[in-house]
Nanobody
Framework: QVQLEESGGGLVQAGGSLRLSCVVS????????MGWFRQAPGKEREFVAG????????YYANSVKGRFTISKDNAEDTVYLQMNNLKPEDTAVYSC?????????????????WGQGTQVTVSS
């Protein structure tokens, strides 16, 4: 059974940085796509960034381009989201998700496995 476990959330002032981690365990496939999503209170879940595990190709929402960086560590089966120059509007619960079909999709319904989420709060 695939399991995803996030860590690294917290409270930070505007302009600060955080790094989120997502450890993948229990997978039996070598090709997949990892996405980071976020959901703020009263809003829909939205795509933040994604990475193709095989190719390393990365994808970003326009709202985070130039501020967030997604990366992976193959040996540790871990995906990271480095978040710099954080803004109050980045406040949300951040979740990592895995699509075993590598569809590089921004649609959260395309993902099969989800972590429990980690809270990121940016104060002004």
């Amino acid at each position: 059974q695939v399991q995803l476990e996030e860590s690294g959330g917290g409270l930070v002032q505007a302009g600060g940085s955080l790094r989120l981690s997502c450890v993948v365990s229990g997978r039996t496939f070598s090709s997949f796509f990892m996405g980071w999503f976020r959901q703020a209170p009263g809003k829909e879940r939205e795509f933040v960034a994604g990475i193709n595990w095989s190719s390393g190709n990365t994808y970003y929402a326009n709202s985070v381009k130039g501020r967030f960086t997604i990366s992976k560590d193959n040996a540790e089966d871990t995906v990271y989201l480095q978040m710099n120059n954080l803004k109050p509007e980045d406040t949300a619960v951040y979740s990592c998700a895995l699509d075993p079909y590598s569809r590089s999709d921004y649609d959260p319904t395309m993902y099969y496995y989800w972590g429990q989420g980690t809270q990121v709060t940016v104060s002004s």
